[in-house]
């Protein structure tokens, strides 16, 4: 099977892409993206070449440039390139020269891939970079998930040559005279990937000079093994995280009270705690309820017999309501109506208030609890903290932040929304003329 066949046949039997799909091939001028591109415009492929400079090594950059330019003209292909100031972003954002140049390459490319309408991006990765990513990911402590290296597709990128070696490309852009040129900074090993390609696989090697076709295997292996933990562990987590409303689920901690931390961990993953606050959650698992872990997305509160687990929510501005010539006002997820009439007839509804217009005081707010509210609950005589009237309905601590409050000009708080009214503002029969609010 020569390599056009083998190339085709990768291509499809992987789902990465369709024959009549536009390719948009990140090219650097390397025999790596040199014979990729040389393959898809072998295959009859729809390209356009994206290729970046980025002003780290003069001349010879230059030079990468001049020889993608030339192909391109020679074959031609529609053509982009960019120059970016590699080393001020890295300076700017507090990043390596390699992360830099990661960051500004795939963010032109997906603007490219938009732009151009091309259906995905190819990067000229292969079974060597796959093998030295693992090795990296061993370093760096990713976990289980590090040892699956690089994805043939993900999201619009593909990898089309993830079945070649190092070697196999050498020879192939040999034989088949693909211009390309070398990158001098691929052989200096002060680089972390440089390092492993250079001195630490040689080493492997000598153990066994297939490496890196049995490291390709082992690779393999852990995908197939990770896709069968996340099947699992998705099924775990769809029965015992229970969904109650957008971005909220609860979880009946009898059911990960006997789960090994490990375990949670994984069930948890998504949602990016890390293990000393997962640990911390277990330990306190029996203890007093009302406890917060957070993740930088997600919160986790500790409720009596279930943990609550929601998106954190930017806190809600206050709602001024000057008159009521607006009739229809949002707060958060919240949307108000307001008006107003004669009829004195009461709707027993939870998420409707009517009120004496008359002891009504504009501007009237819509707000969250503040610590220290107080108000006089429907057919009491007395006041009560509205901190004790969320404890005694067993309001947690997410529901009571997302809970609207209507307070009045003079400062009294009139309505807990969906839940009581204050008392002296209710419709008497002395009443003349009703302030309706309904909330949805």
Not at 262 to 284: C, G, I, N, Q, R
Not at 311 to 326: E, F, G, P
Not at 407 to 428: A, H
Request: proline share 2%; charged share 25%; hydrophobic share 40%.
């Amino acid at each position: 099977m020569d390599i056009l066949e083998q190339f085709n046949r990768y291509l499809f039997d992987n789902k990465l892409v369709n024959q009549c799909d536009k390719v948009l091939c990140a090219v650097s001028g390397g025999k790596d993206s040199m014979l990729m591109l040389s393959l898809f415009i072998q295959a009859g492929f729809s390209v356009e070449i994206a290729h970046c400079n980025f002003n780290l090594r003069g001349e010879e950059s230059d030079g990468d440039e001049d020889l993608v330019r030339k192909y391109a003209a020679t074959h031609n292909i529609p053509l982009h390139i960019k120059h970016f100031d590699t080393k001020q972003y890295a300076q700017q954002h507090k990043v390596s020269i390699q992360v830099a140049a990661r960051e500004l390459r795939y963010a032109w490319f997906e603007e490219l891939r938009l732009l151009h309408k091309c259906v995905v991006i190819a990067i000229a990765q292969h079974k060597n970079d796959h093998v030295e990513t693992v090795l990296l990911n061993l370093t760096r402590g990713t976990g289980i998930r590090g040892l699956g290296g690089i994805q043939k597709i993900r999201d619009y990128i593909i990898r089309p040559l993830l079945f070649l070696e190092a070697r196999d490309i050498s020879q192939l852009v040999s034989k088949l005279s693909i211009p390309f040129r070398d990158d001098s900074s691929n052989f200096c090993n002060k680089y972390a990937r440089n390092k492993i390609r250079l001195d630490i696989i040689p080493e492997f090697e000598k153990l066994n000079p297939e490496f890196i076709a049995v490291m390709d295997e082992n690779i393999s292996r852990f995908q197939e093994s990770i896709t069968v933990l996340d099947d699992f562990v998705c099924e775990l987590r769809n029965d015992i995280f229970i969904p109650t409303k957008e971005d909220t689920w609860e979880i009946d901690k009898s059911f990960i009270a006997n789960k090994k931390i490990a375990l949670l961990y994984l069930l948890f993953e998504p949602f990016h705690f890390t293990k000393p606050v997962l640990e911390d959650m277990y330990a306190s698992l029996n203890g007093e309820s009302g406890r917060i872990f957070e993740s930088d997305e997600f919160i986790l509160l500790s409720d009596r017999s279930t943990l609550v687990l929601k998106r954190k929510l930017t806190a809600n501005a206050s709602v001024v309501i000057d008159d009521i010539s607006t009739n229809k006002y949002h707060w958060g997820s919240h949307q108000l109506e307001i008006s107003s009439s004669e009829d004195c007839s009461i709707e027993a509804l939870a998420n409707v208030a009517q009120l004496d217009m008359e002891k009504i005081i504009f501007p009237i707010m819509i707000r969250s609890w503040q610590e220290g509210d107080f108000f006089q609950p429907l057919g009491m005589n007395g006041r009560k903290k509205l901190s004790d009237f969320f404890i005694q309905r067993k309001v947690n601590v997410l529901a009571k932040a997302q809970t609207p409050i209507l307070v009045n000009g003079n400062g009294d708080i009139m309505w807990i929304v969906g839940f009581q009214l204050d008392d002296r503002y209710k419709i008497t029969q002395m009443t003349k003329k009703v302030l309706k609010l309904v909330f949805h």
